[in-house]
């Protein structure tokens, strides 16, 4: 969604309208401290609060009774299906906010929404698109965090992530903050593609490439949690790693990790085998077929998830992966045989080497074939441009999968 009106820039920019986005997953006994708060801080403003709600705890009815006598406007959106988990719900309050400035915070109340009048003070200045609220910055507090342990992971991912996109983030202290301001009219709402928690890594990095957004920050005290549990889990650290290295790399970076990752298995089962007692090419055979089923649980899992709805049905994708595998290990495993017997080689290196060579055929083939949509009736195909070509189905393919939407 895109708006045409835009403040000009490097001016100081008149008072501005403000939807306040809360994404919420079980927050009931949060909603009416949330809204009050957001309301006197909101005081004389022209503002809305827009839940976005994926909870089965009560939390719809619950705003609905907040709202009927809250100070200013509070609507609701409840998703039946929680695709792109918290960011995704971001995606959806930024499409369907009345407003083009939008605040984006949490529903735990361990964003203070007193602090959303000087993000938008700081807005006001006229020289920045995303006004950031920063645990990391003079004024700042991050002891809400807990333990040192979520402290010091938190600090890492934040070194991790700013080495990865040094030109994007290196005005920004916090960019794993989920408290933030960003004008949607700068942003290409449509390229956002979140998993997990990081919604503003995902606008800076991928939905600022049509304009380098400039960030400005806030400090802020990041507050306990009053009530509810967090979402934080082994899980949610695993759907950020994956989704980092897609951000950074593109489709193609993050295939090459699982299947670096696969190969490490690989060789790993082949050196054991291999070292029990087992004939190298036996040894290769059932590595191969290990590592074949769990690249494919991966893969659907982190790097082809939004293909997945278009695609063919599951059976039909794990057998065409296995299938298209198991011939490439049919013929790899031959030709690492005779390199090993021509070569002089170390089994275990021809394996490696096998591996790289047939890294770029396998993504070729998911990205074309495994995950490609599913063919139309006759009817819709007649109102479809003519197909492509193979050869620029093959272009295209490395053009948006593996190059998109790594750092220029």
Known sequence: MECSVRARQGRTRVAQAVTVIVPTFNERDNVAALVARTAAAMHGRQAEILFVDDSSDGTMDEIARVAA??????????????VGGLGGAVVVGLREATYDVCVIMDGDLQHPPELVPAMLQRYAQGDADVVAASRYIGGGDSAGLGTAVRLGVSKAATVITKAMFLRRLWRSTDPMSGFFLVNRARIDIGKLRPQGFKILLEILVRAGERHDLRIAEVPMEFGSRRHGTSKASLRQGATFLAHLARLRFGKMGLFALIGGIGAIVNIGIMWALVSAGMDYVLAAIVGAAVTIVGNFILQERFVFHAERRDASRLW???????????IEAAL????????????HISSVL?????????????????????????????????????ADTATMRVLRAIDDEAMRPGEL
């Open 316 to 326: 039909v994708r794990f057998a065409a992966s296995v299938s298209f595998n198991g």
């Open 69 to 82: 006598s809250a100070p200013l406007p509070v609507r609701a959106i409840h998703r039946d299906h929680n």
């Open 332 to 343: 790899r495993i031959p030709v690492m045989a005779w390199m090993v017997e021509s070569w």
């Open 350 to 386: 021809a394996t490696a080497i096998s591996l790289v060579v047939a890294f770029f055929a396998r993504f070729l083939f998911h990205a074309l074939v495994v995950y490609a949509p599913r063919r139309r009736g006759a009817s819709d195909a007649k109102a479809e441009p003519p």
